[in-house]
C-alpha cells in the first residue's frame, strides 16, 4: 500500500502550538493535505495520552483510528465531503534532554514511535520519576540521551528511537550549540539501537549525505507541526505493508521499493540554513561568517552558526559524492504558499484559504496536487499563476533568500515575472 506519513506533531498540550491541535481536527487536516499515517505527538503528557486513550482505537497493526468523529467549528472543514476513517494515527512522542556530557551542556530532541499503549505505559512510568511530564507535550528531562535509549532498549525494544531535526543549532544532535560532532560521542554503546535519523527544515537529503557517517542510518522527513495547517510539509512516502512492522521494516532497509521517497522544504527555506544575527539584520553565508571569525560585525556577539555551516564542518565529501543505496527526496512547497505568491497576498488571509479549498474540492488532496497531478489538469483552475507556481516548484525553478537565526527563508517563484514587468514598462515609457 502507497501511503504518506508524517510521524512527528505535537498536541494543543506542547508549548507554542495551536489549540486546534486536537484528534478530530488533525484527522481532518491530515485527509486535506493528503496523509494517511499522522504522528499523535505528546504521548507522555497524562492529559493529551488520557485523551488517545479515550477517541483511539487499535487496528490490529499497531497504528489507530479515532472512534468516532466530532464535527469541526471550521466552516471550512464542515463544507469538504471527507472521511477521516482512513486516517490513521502512530503513537509518538517527543522529549527535550538538557545534561552535561564531556565538559559540555547539551540540548537534543529525540522522537519516539510506539506500536501500543502498553510501551506508551511503560515508557512514561519510567520517565515520571525523572521529570515533570505535566509540564508540557514536550518534557524536559536532565537525563543524558544514552541512558534514555537503554530505558527504551531495555523495556520497549519495539520502540522506534529518532533524533530530531538533527542540525538545527539549539536543540539537537549535531547542532552548533551544544551537539555533538559524531552519533556515537552521544549514544555510546547504544548506538546500534538508532537506525534513522531526522534531516529536520533547514537541511535536505543531499546535504546529510556528504557525511559517510550517516550512510547507514535511514533519513526520515516531518513536520513538526505546531498548526494543523503545517501538517505534510514535510513526510515521508511509503509503499510497503500498512502496518507498524511494515513501517520499522521500510525505513530500517532503506529499500527505495518500500520508502519511495521524503517530501522536503526547499532547505533554504528552513529557519536556521544559513548564518546571522536576526535583531542586526545579518544574513550571511558559511564562507562569510568565517571571514568575520563567526562573529557578528554589528553586536560583535557569536554569530547563530546555521545547518549549512554545521553540515560543511562535519562533511568528508563533496556534493554528489554519494552511495548508491539513498532514499530520493522531493522539494516541495506548501500549496497555501504558492498561491499566496500567486495572487500576491498573505498566507493565512481569507482569500488564499478560499482558492486553497477549491482546489481541494477539485483535485482531493495536497500531496496530489504538489506531486501527482497533470499540469494541464491543475490549469483547469483559476488562477492559472497557481500551477504556473507547482510546475516552477517540480522542476526546482525558484529563487530563496536563505533563512537565518529563527527566521524562514523568503521563497519566491515569480520574481523573475516582475522583474520582466517593470523592464517592459520601462521600455514603453521610453
Not at 499523535?40 to 495520552?49: A, I, Q, R, S, V
Not at 518500500?258 to 522536503?264: D, G, I, N, Q, R
Not at 549549512?308 to 522539494?331: C, F, T, W
Amino acid at each position: 500500500m502507497k501511503y504518506v506519513a508524517d510521524l512527528h506533531i505535537h498536541s494543543k498540550f506542547s508549548r507554542a502550538t495551536s489549540r486546534e491541535m486536537v484528534l478530530d481536527t488533525l484527522a481532518y487536516w491530515a485527509k486535506i493535505k493528503g496523509i494517511q499515517l499522522l504522528a499523535t505527538g505528546d504521548f507522555t503528557h497524562p492529559e493529551w495520552l488520557f485523551l488517545l486513550k479515550q477517541k483511539l482505537q487499535p487496528t490490529g497493526n499497531g497504528f489507530f483510528r479515532l472512534k468516532n468523529i466530532v464535527p469541526s467549528e471550521n466552516g471550512y472543514l464542515e463544507s469538504l465531503p471527507l472521511s477521516t476513517q482512513d486516517v490513521s494515527f502512530i503513537l509518538s512522542t517527543e522529549i527535550s534532554f538538557i545534561y552535561s556530557k564531556n565538559g559540555k551542556v547539551r540540548k537534543i530532541h529525540i522522537l519516539l514511535l510506539a506500536p501500543d499503549f502498553e510501551s506508551v505505559e511503560k515508557i512514561n512510568q519510567k520517565l515520571s520519576g525523572l521529570g515533570n511530564l505535566r509540564s508540557d507535550g514536550r518534557p524536559i528531562l536532565g537525563l543524558d540521551a544514552k541512558a534514555f535509549v537503554k530505558i527504551v532498549a531495555d523495556h520497549c525494544p519495539q520502540c522506534v528511537v529518532i533524533p530530531s531535526h538533527i542540525w538545527t543549532p539549539w536543540f539537537s544532535l549535531f547542532g552548533a550549540n551544544s551537539g555533538f560532532d559524531t552519533i556515537e560521542e552521544c549514544f555510546e554503546e547504544m548506538t546500534p539501537f538508532i537506525f534513522a535519523l531526522e534531516t529536520g527544515l533547514s537541511s535536505d537529503p543531499a546535504m546529510n549525505w556528504k557525511l559517510s557517517s550517516l550512510d547507514k542510518y535511514s533519513l526520515v522527513s516531518n513536520s513538526d507541526a505546531h498548526s494543523p495547517s503545517k501538517l505534510g510539509r514535510e513526510a515521508n512516502v511509503f509503499d510497503t505493508e500498512f502496518s507498524y512492522s511494515g513501517l520499522v521494516d521500510a525505513i530500517k532497509t532503506k529499500d527505495s521499493d518500500k520508502f519511495l521517497y521524503t517530501v522536503e522544504f526547499f532547505p533554504e527555506e528552513g529557519k536556521y540554513h544559513y548564518d546571522g544575527h536576526r535583531k542586526c539584520d545579518i544574513l550571511f553565508s558559511p564562507r562569510e561568517s568565517l571571514q568575520h571569525n563567526n562573529i557578528c560585525p554589528v553586536c560583535g556577539k557569536r554569530l547563530t552558526i546555521g545547518v549549512m555551516h554545521r553540515v560543511n564542518e562535519l562533511a568528508d565529501r563533496e556534493q554528489g559524492e554519494y552511495i548508491s543505496l539513498r532514499v530520493p527526496y522531493k522539494n516541495l512547497i506548501p500549496l497555501n504558499e504558492i498561491i499566496a505568491q500567486a495572487i500576491e497576498k498573505t498566507t493565512e488571509c481569507k482569500s488564499v484559504w478560499d482558492i486553497y479549498f477549491r482546489f481541494i474540492h477539485e483535485f482531493e488532496n495536497e500531496q496530489n496536487i504538489l506531486t501527482e497531478l497533470e499540469l494541464s489538469e491543475l490549469m483547469r483552475l483559476t488562477p492559472e499563476r497557481v500551477g504556473i507556481g507547482v510546475e516552477r516548484m517540480r522542476k526546482g525553478d525558484v529563487k530563496i533568500v536563505p533563512g537565518h537565526d529563527g527566521c524562514f527563508g523568503q521563497i519566491s517563484l515569480f520574481a523573475d515575472d516582475r522583474h520582466e514587468e517593470e523592464t517592459q514598462g520601462q521600455l514603453k515609457l521610453f
